[in-house]
T-cell receptor, first 114, second 115 residues
Framework: GAVVSQHPSRVICKSGTSVKIECRSL??????MFWYRQFPKKSLMLMAT?????????EQGVEKDKFLINHASLTLSTLTVTSAHPEDSSFYIC??????????FGPGTRLTVL | AQKITQTQPGMFVQEKEAVTLDCTYD???????LFWYKQPSSGEMIFLIY??????QNATEGRYSLNFQKARKSANLVISASQLGDSAMYFC????????????FGKGTTLSVSS
């Protein structure tokens, strides 16, 4: 149990375009979903926390207008990187938690902006 | 100050041996949870083990055990009988009740298992 999927697993886009990443909890209801960013060989950096049906809470330094997060249902959250630039290239990972403390992570999305 | 400290950037162990990955934490919240995750080269984060601050016994999950020393604020992960597939990055993380459900991660330890 506790499976989280992410789509797409890899995406390459041109500078200036927007990219949407989906995060789904497949076998449980995720009251809270989290979005992280990870640079090579570095730790995970929390970007934002989203609760179903409410606005996401962004960490300090994360531009909310650039990284749009929507948590429309108990099984789906989306992260949209708007007007992507090469510096946005990174590994983005979502996680989801239900009624327990444990966060279950998706497999991640590798974004490359050309 | 760092909330989660993993002092070992890399560890090496031979197959079938046990290995301990260190983790110390810093919090004033009396209610917190400690987690260990494994991240293989594919990138997915795999949950391994959880220890609650009020748990009396050390958590165990198969070959994984958590050596929880509350007074020392340490939560070391012990992997017994290492396997080649254990080679990965390992992250220690903490959730403080007062901070909600967000996890704070350490910098990670890269474990390499050789035959």
């Amino acid at each position: 149990g506790a499976v989280v999927s992410q789509h797409p697993s890899r995406v390459i886009c041109k500078s200036g375009t927007s990219v949407k990443i989906e995060c789904r909890s497949l076998d449980f209801q995720a009251t809270t979903m989290f979005w992280y960013r990870q640079f090579p060989k570095k730790s995970l950096m929390l970007m934002a926390t989203s609760n179903e049906g409410s606005k996401a809470t962004y960490e300090q330094g994360v531009e909310k207008d650039k990284f749009l997060i929507n948590h429309a249902s108990l099984t789906l959250s989306t992260l949209t990187v708007t007007s992507a630039h090469p510096e946005d290239s990174s590994f983005y990972i979502c996680s989801a938690s239900g009624h327990t403390d444990t966060q279950y992570f998706g497999p991640g999305t590798r974004l490359t902006v050309l | 100050a760092q909330k989660i400290t993993q002092t070992q950037p890399g560890m090496f162990v031979q197959e079938k041996e046990a290995v301990t990955l260190d983790c110390t934490y810093d919090t004033s919240d009396p209610s917190y949870g400690l987690f260990w995750y494994k991240q293989p080269s594919s990138g997915e984060m795999i949950f391994l083990i959880y220890q609650g601050s009020y748990d009396q016994q050390n958590a165990t999950e198969g070959r994984y055990s958590l050596n929880f020393q509350k007074a020392r604020k340490s939560a070391n992960l012990v992997i017994s009988a290492s396997q080649l597939g254990d080679s990965a990055m390992y992250f220690c993380a903490m959730r403080e009740l007062q901070a909600g459900t967000a996890l704070i991660f350490g910098k990670g330890t890269t474990l390499s298992v050789s035959s």
